[in-house]
């Protein structure tokens, strides 16, 4: 007698975690995440599950090539985009999962099989015979996608990378330096090639083009300083977004920014400022978790 088709959820909810994060790691949006992973669901219900040998195969799958669909819509949309678009942060961090803020923006470079072979292989440990059923190419096709993908990512990669706590350190230096006026110290902490991406999506005031420069954002951050306002936000959170060293302030206008920084060899050469609402509903959930 054949055993009784389990529950598709008792199935599903396990590997719910996994496809979450392929989802995001592709897609840079957690809410675009969530409905990939809430259709494959949906799609897992009415598959003939009795016929399935590695369920997990099957849903990676399915996760993937819905991203991959996503992904041709939201070309168009970050064509449209009002400002630097930078993918959703996120505070929480997975063990062994080093793809970086930095590393996920050398990712939009990328062509979306290019993207997928990338992390399905190198971040997520699936051989390409695997890849290949998920993005329906050969194996070899595959190997060739995540070796372009690696070559960009590679170069993104810190070469003089520092530890977490000097990163934080870094961190915490900056905020003060800069909430406070003081050039002299900035100009310590940045490098001389140093660049700040702003996202606030045309919903509210951000910096609308990359600043490049060490003069040029010590000349931006000095007339930040003679905006009364400015230095009255309140720090929320100090730690980690998408693996970078960075904190959260609640600024006086009332909205979230988070502000995360690339570092090498010392000095901070990339700053990610995220102000865009819609992309930090997980922030303030997660920073309100942290305070009750």
């Known amino acids: 007698m054949k055993p009784p088709d389990p529950n598709p959820a008792d199935v599903f909810d396990p590997l719910r975690p996994r496809l979450l994060r392929i989802a995001y790691r592709m ?4 809410a675009e995440a969530e409905d990939v992973v809430q259709e494959a669901y949906l799609r897992w219900h009415q598959t003939d599950r009795e016929a399935v040998r590695d369920a997990e195969a099957v849903l990676v799958r399915t996760v993937t090539r819905l991203c991959l669909d996503v992904l041709k819509s939201a070309r168009v949309r970050r ?3 009002v400002g630097t678009w930078l993918p959703e942060p996120i505070i929480e961090t997975v063990e062994g999962d080093d793809l970086t803020l930095t590393l996920m923006m050398a990712l939009e470079r990328l062509s979306p099989l290019e993207r997928a072979a990338f992390l399905l292989h190198d971040v997520f440990g699936m ?4 890849v290949a059923k998920a993005l329906d190419r050969e194996p070899a096709a595959c190997r060739q996608l995540a070796s372009r993908a690696r070559a960009h990512v590679q170069e993104a990669r810190p070469r003089f990378p520092v530890t977490e706590a000097k990163g934080h350190e870094l961190a915490s230096a900056f905020h003060a330096a800069s909430r406070s006026g ?3 110290a900035l100009q310590a902490l ?4 140093a660049i700040m991406y702003a996202d ?3 919903k509210v005031k951000a910096v609308l083009n990359p600043i490049y420069g060490r003069e040029k954002l010590l000349r931006f951050f000095e007339g930040v300083r003679r905006v009364p306002a400015v230095g009255s ?4 959170h100090e730690g980690s977004i998408d693996g970078l060293p960075a904190y959260v302030t609640m600024e006086q206008d009332g909205q979230l920014q988070t502000t995360a920084f690339a570092i090498e060899d010392g000095r901070i050469v990339a700053i990610y400022v995220t102000r865009n609402p819609d992309k930090l509903k997980g922030i303030r959930r997660a920073v309100a978790g942290q305070a009750s």
């Open 190 to 193: 940045l490098a001389q090639d």
């Open 27 to 30: 897609l840079g949006i957690v």
């Open 182 to 184: 003081d050039m002299q």
């Open 79 to 81: 064509e449209e985009y």
């Open 200 to 202: 606030g999506g045309g």
């Open 233 to 236: 936000a309140q720090l929320v």
């Open 127 to 130: 051989d390409f015979e695997q």
